[in-house]
């Protein structure tokens, strides 16, 4: 870095992995996480703010055996030397929260949170290291039925942010019927710790492989059509065939799922706890006719199974949409949640029971842009143009006269020439533009000119003389008419 | 720190200087946020979002001659070495943006943001290390117009804010107009720098020493009431008496004050720039019907002068409340702003002007909430008892049938007897609380309690056999009339 003088210029730049966002982006975001918390707030959920700021011991993100934050999440040192992280995500702060407020908290206890959170990763593209989470959990209720209510109500949210019925799925699985399966599969030992591994990544490519290929990767192993080898995980056919079966468990009914899954993995007392999880959770929305064309208990869900302790259900779009291409786009998971009853553990010693849900709105934006063929791109403010600077308050007046009738307007402040200004109304996307130069002002009128029109008909218009002689996209009307006759453009 | 063992338990605790935040509050701060952004989205301004990071040399926090951050920023070193900061407001923030973007803008540029900002400073009552700023400005347009521009929506945003027009005002002074006196009175020179601070000091007094001790302190010296001695800034008294002249030149009307402004540092060609520009805002100001009452030229504004460029406004409550002692509470200002002409250079190189606004939501609820005597305590939501647990789906369901009239509702999860959901549901604020144990299921009924009633009863009731015999605050209704009961109730 160069040594700062008296002259030093810095460079107007962003550190690595930070964007700016501007306009309609930051409206549709806010219009969505509206919507959100709406359903949130109608389950009873109230909203949480807490610090960007933990003690990096609360995050639990020390380095084993050394007192230095470990990488992932940006770190300092407080004025007494303590270490200060910001938050990676918004459930370890809520941990945190729960355990300094346990006692005057009703329990369950409900919140959501809106919040930043920040990663300190290997930026890439659409890969951010600050980026915002919507939140919910239900803290001090067991499962199911506070599962049950989660998967619900994220069912809710997707469909108040605009996903219609059909186009998302939420899909559930339970932490313990995959153990269960795999102790029914031998794998219960210690010594099977990397062969359990294995298997949840053999499963996670189900979608991609097919049954054919996680079938090679739970035996021998399988050569790509690169040729690039993956090793196996060297199970026997007898322990491929549980693998197999437990994931051809999921049907298209919860209950057939549940009463197949309790035949893989009813023998063992592990695979029995999740699998009567499940079934209760499917009673329950089958209650409230929430069937599995919007939850679904689907055996083949591997993700966040590792740091989950029950039920762990993610979101994901049922349609494809193909870019320039004609290649599939891959959205990724709406969002994702489940249970996890140690995380409070951490600081109060004993087991406090949680559930919650995570939504990524940018994602959820995205892909309905696309679905839809929606832009963003909305109208900006009328704009009146000031062409004699002197009587720039009259144009200020104009504008707040068009705001008073609840019209955006802003008058343009600066010396320009026309033409200028009249860009400047086309930058800022502006429907209207209201014009008064001498003469208008001499007979007592302005002008209204129609950007929107404008624009069409300089489309269809390719005779400039027809388009100058014309210039049907603008009108005179006397000064007093003026917001009525914008609101009349306005509305065409 | 203590070493981390595999039995190392963290403390749940907050780093000093950072809070949480819960419920109503947040709902408050949302819909002040909204009611604000509304404002100044009318007036043509569009929401921008810059990231927490900035390198710190785009903030311009190094200290002067090493390659380290200042203090009162939080500031850690990336991958590659360099200095990142967490923003300390959002002016640096949008000048680095401006000048990353310049060329794509649209030119006068009207953004408004809502952020949190972070300051590494000492926290003490009610002073955060991290909060919620929300900003206005206009990046590209000279004074006076866009000054004008902006003082007139402050005082809109106040309004839209629920402050009662007469209960704030915005003044309104000039950097150059004060320059300009101190030219008069003889001290614009470079050995008059410390005495030209010294008069900002004892100018900023005005409120509470009145004219006699801020001419003391223009002059020789001031003893204070407990005996303690403060320097005086030793100026002659044709000197003391430009400076006061200009104090007392602030009047009831702006053209008054401009008026007698103009006779104090007109023979300035400085001070006659900034009087130029007072002379041409409250035209502006005339001409939109603000007055005075709501945006008034005051001469002793000094808040922020060494930083601004030209003019300079802040917010201030004209009303007065006493705390329980009936000492008066001061709120201190609602906000402020002003024009700074130079950000935008140090990464530019050339001058760009700019004139923007702050303000700050918390205390502008908290004083709202002094001033109205108002509490935000909100009702909770409908709480469905759940005294047979395996009756949770049906329980679950009486709960969506409540949403789904649009009712805020749960269901309780979890074991507990009645007593004790009961008490859970008073510390939610439940206005009612739904009940249906075993007798109730076999009639095919539900129990309406009527909490809010229940507790105005319970407090006038003092014969606690008269409230067990005629608990008119319950009733029982047919299931299937059970959203009907609740809306009439919540009607009450």
Redesign the interface.
């Known amino acids: ?1 160069a ?2 003088q008296k002259s ?9 992995g ?6 309609t982006e ?2 549709a975001e ?1 219009v969505m996480f509206a919507k959100i918390q709406k359903v949130y ?4 959920f ?10 990096t ?2 995050l ?1 993100k ?1 380095l ?2 050394v ?1 230095r934050p470990g990488q992932g999440v ?3 040192q ?1 004025d007494d ?4 992280s ?1 938050r990676y995500d918004l459930t370890a702060p809520l941990a ?2 729960v ?3 346990y006692d005057a908290l ?3 206890f ?2 959501y949170q809106v919040g ?1 959170v ?1 990663r300190n990763e290997k930026p890439g593209p659409g890969r951010f290291r ?1 980026f915002t989470q919507v939140d919910a959990d ?1 803290v ?3 499962a199911p ?2 599962d ?2 989660i998967c ?1 109500m994220f069912a809710d949210a997707v469909e108040a942010a605009g996903v219609p019925r059909g186009d998302y799925v939420v899909r559930v699985s339970d932490r313990k019927t995959v153990n269960g399966m795999l102790e029914v599969a031998g794998l219960a030992g210690d010594d099977a710790a990397d062969q359990r591994l294995g298997v949840l990544r053999a499963m996670d490519k189900l979608d991609r492989l097919g049954e054919a290929g996680v079938r090679q990767l739970l035996g021998k192993g399988r050569k790509d059509d690169s040729g690039d080898y993956t090793d196996g995980v060297n199970l026997s056919d007898g322990q491929a065939d549980v693998v197999m079966a437990f994931m051809a468990a999921t049907k298209d009914s919860n209950a057939a799922t549940c009463a197949a899954l309790r035949n893989i993995v009813g023998k063992s007392n592990t695979g029995l706890e999740g699998v009567t999880t499940l079934e209760r959770m499917a ?2 929305l089958a ?2 006719s929430y069937d599995a064309s919007r939850v679904q208990i689907d055996l083949s869900i591997v993700r966040g199974l590792e740091y989950y302790t029950g039920p762990v259900f993610e979101a994901d779009f049922t349609f494809e949409v193909e870019d320039d291409k004609g290649r599939p786009i891959q959205f990724g998971s709406i969002g994702g949640g489940g249970r996890y009853d140690d995380l409070v553990k ?4 004993v087991e406090v029971p949680a559930v919650g849900v995570s939504i990524g709105v940018s994602r959820l934006i995205a892909a309905l842009q696309t679905r839809t063929g929606a832009t963003l791109i909305e109208r ?2 009328v ?1 009146v143009l000031a062409l004699d600077k002197d009587q ?3 144009y ?2 104009m ?2 006269e068009l ?1 008073a009738a ?1 019209i ?7 010396g320009a020439n026309f033409g200028k200004q009249i860009k ?1 109304a086309d ?2 996307r502006a429907p209207v533009a209201i014009i008064q130069g001498e003469d208008e002002r001499a007979k007592g009128e302005v002008t209204i000119k129609d950007l929107v029109l404008g624009e069409t008909l300089s489309a269809e218009i390719t005779d400039n003389k027809e388009w100058r002689e014309d210039q049907p996209a603008q009108f005179a009307v006397p000064r007093d008419k003026l917001v009525e006759a914008v609101k009349q453009v306005l509305a065409r």
Chains 1, 2 share one sequence.
């Open positions: 870095m040594k700062k030093f210029r810095p460079k107007a730049r962003k550190p690595r930070f964007t700016d966002r501007f306009g930051i409206l806010q707030a109608m389950y009873g109230d909203p949480l703010e807490t610090p960007a700021f933990e003690f011991d609360a639990g020390f084993p055996d007192d940006f770190s300092l407080d030397e303590q270490w200060m910001l945190r929260f355990a300094e407020n009703p329990k369950p409900r919140r930043r920040w600050e239900i001090g209720a067991p039925f506070a049950a209510e619900m009673e329950t209650a409230l951490r600081f109060k010693g900006g403010p704009v720039t308050p009259e200020q007046k504008a707040a705001r609840g955006r307007a802003e008058a343009y402040i600066g400047y930058k800022r």
